[in-house]
């Protein structure tokens, strides 16, 4: 398998537009050559702090700005925080994301407890991503010195529309934090969002701006859209699946060796229609009642699709020695 970093704009997009059940088909071939396709990652999201943030991001129910209703929430103890990851261990999960609605991870006390959650669940035996907003090198070093083993920061859309969705914070910020996380050797998880107003091309860019990257993201999810009352983005139509299944199938191909996460958006998407996205190279889900403020499949819903197609949750840290294999000199 070729891992590429000089895709271009145009070969991107012969890709993207193949007739569907062409690239689903050269998707799942490239998939296949993986021994392990029919592993499918299990991570589960919690929600350290919820609500309250500075920021305008158009999509978020967790902006202070707008009349959402959710739960508002300071910091989670360390101990709620284990017994959420134990609960979601014996479910099958063997990853943990914790989430908190900021702009920028502070040097004070609440970074502090977030470390100690985190040496706690990886002392589980789980793997720990965290979603903090942005953070410095020194941040990004704390974090791996604690046992976090993953940084999830999604670029989210193209450069160019970067602006019509957020303006509290620039694309090259979140490009600065991406490097900073790479310096400190945690693994990248970035990705972004479809449906939010977006052309075509600009889901092609943001996907030319990830696979040119000094190295691909270690994951990428792809969230469809949630429309969140009191959001800006409340009336924005569901995404087609064929457009979910189109962007699968074009990172699987571009970005070969990534996880492809199957992020946002399941809950409103049927087993057949999650089945063309495994098929096209997803190998990655979040799992869980909650993504962070909002519904998402029951575990034993997804125990029963796995079933049903014949997948199986993939053991945590199965990939950490190859992923320094991935380096593209
Ligand atoms: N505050 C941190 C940040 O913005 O990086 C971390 C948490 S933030 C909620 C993580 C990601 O969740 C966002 O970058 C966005 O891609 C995704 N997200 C948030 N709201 C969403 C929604 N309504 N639908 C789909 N994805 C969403
Ligand atoms: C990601 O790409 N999607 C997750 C996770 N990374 C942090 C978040 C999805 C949030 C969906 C809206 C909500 O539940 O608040
Ligand atoms: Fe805040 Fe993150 Fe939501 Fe933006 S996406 S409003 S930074 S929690």
């Not at 943030?53 to 739960?71: F, G, I, W």
């Not at 979603?131 to 941040?139: H, K």
């Not at 087993?271 to 063309?276: E, G, T």
């Amino acid at each position: 398998m070729d891992v590429r970093n000089d895709w271009t704009i145009e070969a991107i997009s012969e890709i993207y537009h193949t007739p569907l059940l062409d690239l689903i088909y050269r998707a799942a071939n490239i998939h296949r050559e993986n021994d392990s396709y029919s592993e499918v990652q299990i991570s589960n999201l919690i929600s350290i702090k919820t609500g309250g943030c500075s920021e305008d991001c158009s999509y978020c129910p967790q902006a202070a700005r707008y009349h959402t209703d959710v739960n508002v929430h300071p910091l989670m103890s360390v101990e709620k925080v284990m017994s959420l990851a134990k609960s979601a261990k014996d479910s099958g999960a063997s990853r943990v994301c914790m989430g908190a609605s900021w702009r920028e991870v502070r040097d004070n006390r609440d970074f502090d407890k977030v470390l100690e959650m985190v040496s706690a669940v990886n002392d589980m035996g789980m793997e720990v991503c965290c979603t903090l907003g942005m953070l410095t090198a020194s941040q990004a070093e704390k974090l791996k010195e604690a046992g976090c083993f993953a940084y999830n920061h999604n670029i989210d859309t193209s450069g160019e529309y970067y602006d019509k969705i957020i303006t509290t914070r620039t694309f090259e910020d979140r490009l600065n934090t991406l490097g900073n996380v790479r310096k400190a050797k945690l693994t990248v998880c970035s990705g972004g969002i479809i449906g939010m107003g977006e052309t075509h091309d600009d889901r092609i860019g943001m996907l030319k701006v990830l696979s040119t990257l000094p190295e691909h993201p270690d994951s990428v999810p792809i969230n469809a859209l949630v429309a969140v009352e009191g959001t800006p983005l409340e009336n924005q139509k569901k995404v087609p699946i064929e457009d979910v299944v189109r962007m699968v199938a074009t990172a699987r191909i571009i970005m070969p060796k990534s996880v492809v996460r199957l992020s946002a958006g399941r809950n409103e998407m049927s087993l057949a229609d999650q089945a063309l996205c495994f098929m096209a190279g997803a190998n990655s889900i979040f799992a869980g009642e909650k993504l962070l403020t909002t519904p998402n499949p029951a575990y034993d819903e997804d125990m029963r699709m796995f079933d049903v197609l014949g997948l199986k949750p993939r053991a945590p840290f199965k990939d950490a020695a190859k992923q320094v294999a991935h380096a593209v000199s």
